[in-house]
T-cell receptor
Framework: QQPVQSPQAVILREGEDAVINCSSS?????VHWYRQKHGEAPVFLMI?????EQKGHEKISASFNEKKQQSSLYLTASQLSYSGTYFC?????????????FGTGTLLAVQP | NAGVMQNPRHLVRRRGQEARLRCSPM?????VYWYRQLPEEGLKFMVY????????ESGMPKERFSAEFPKEGPSILRIQQVVRGDSAAYFC?????????????FGPGTRLTVT
């Protein structure tokens, strides 16, 4: 039931772009994206809702394909501060509450 | 506007002792979620509470774990008779609403070490 993220890890140079994918076996109502640095709390980046609504940081972009039950996070012109582990959290369609089921995580390292 | 607050940030307990973890949600938020993160793993949902009510505890271990969110004061996650396997980071997240579509903001976490 846990969403699968790909890639598991990626190394970038500053200024390069990356795409992180999140795939679920369940129909989804929403996908939430977080970045977590080692030893710190997850930081909210974006939420994508069934039907197309999005809320989040202006500099972050993402997509949500409801039919394929997939979401992608697009990081462009990466900065050193983008380093960390990225998690998607999903809310299953038809679920009674907004509890998040987190994905397997993607470790992103941005080098100078 | 203060963010989600958790205390203590670090807690060391011996096997068999009790651990009490506190979470104060963001101002205006009345929905609290607790998640556990084992070392080098992802976050796992434990329980969702509103003021004075447990809404969803499907992720809570059946024994030794309990949670509350009283009318006044912080939400508390209580672990009785801790074991080494309880060592983890415990995060709470608060939300302005409980239905789907609301974002969740995480606190700094409590890192529990059981010796």
């Amino acid at each position: 039931q846990q969403p699968v993220q790909s890639p598991q890890a990626v190394i970038l140079r500053e200024g390069e772009d990356a795409v992180i994918n999140c795939s679920s076996s369940k129909a989804l109502y929403s996908v939430h994206w977080y970045r977590q640095k080692h030893g710190e709390a997850p930081v909210f980046l974006m939420i994508l809702l069934k039907g197309g609504e999005q809320k989040g940081h202006e500099k972050i972009s993402a997509s949500f394909n409801e039919k394929k039950q997939q979401s992608s996070l697009y990081l462009t012109a990466s900065q050193l501060s983008y380093s960390g582990t990225y998690f998607c959290g999903t809310v299953n369609y038809g679920g009674a509450t907004n509890k998040l089921i987190f994905g397997t995580g993607t470790l992103l390292a941005v080098q100078p | 506007n203060a963010g989600v607050m958790q205390n203590p940030r670090h807690l060391v307990r011996r096997r068999g002792q009790e651990a009490r973890l506190r979470c104060s949600p963001m101002k205006g938020h009345s929905h609290v979620y607790w998640y556990r993160q084992l070392p080098e793993e992802g976050l796992k949902f434990m329980v969702y509470l509103q003021k004075e009510n447990i809404i969803d505890e499907s992720g809570m271990p059946k024994e030794r774990f309990s949670a509350e969110f009283p009318k006044e004061g912080p939400s508390i996650l209580r672990i009785q008779q801790v074991v080494r396997g309880d060592s983890a980071a415990y995060f709470c997240a608060s939300s302005p609403g409980g239905t789907v579509g609301y974002e969740q903001y995480f606190g700094p976490g409590t890192r529990l070490t059981v010796t």
